[in-house]
């Protein structure tokens, strides 16, 4: 069994941290302080939650891509983009 490593911080002092509630997959939380990501998931059921998506959303938007055509070739939804583009914006 290879060990569980952190997304954002790539540590392995990660610990279980209960299921999703829909389709029971198992949540993680990192236990390194410095980690900003907490909670996360191997898999995703939805490829909106998966880690990056953000990054790649707002780099679409720089290329002057519109926004459903981020949304078509990245396979989220319209919201997905608005909400990521919307929150950028704000921070």
């Not at 997304?7 to 279980?16: F, H, I, L």
């Not at 299921?19 to 898999?43: A, H």
């Amino acid at each position: 069994m290879t060990p569980v490593k952190c997304p954002a911080c790539g540590g392995t002092k990660v610990s279980k941290n209960g299921t999703s509630r829909g389709d029971k997959k198992q949540r993680y939380i990192c236990n390194n302080k410095d980690c900003f990501k907490k909670s996360f998931m191997l898999e995703y059921s939805s490829i909106g939650w998966t880690h990056g998506i953000a990054a790649k959303i707002i780099t679409n938007t720089a290329n002057a891509q519109g926004i459903r055509d981020i949304a078509r070739s990245l396979g989220v939804s319209k919201q997905k983009v608005q909400d990521t583009l919307k929150k950028h914006k704000d921070s």
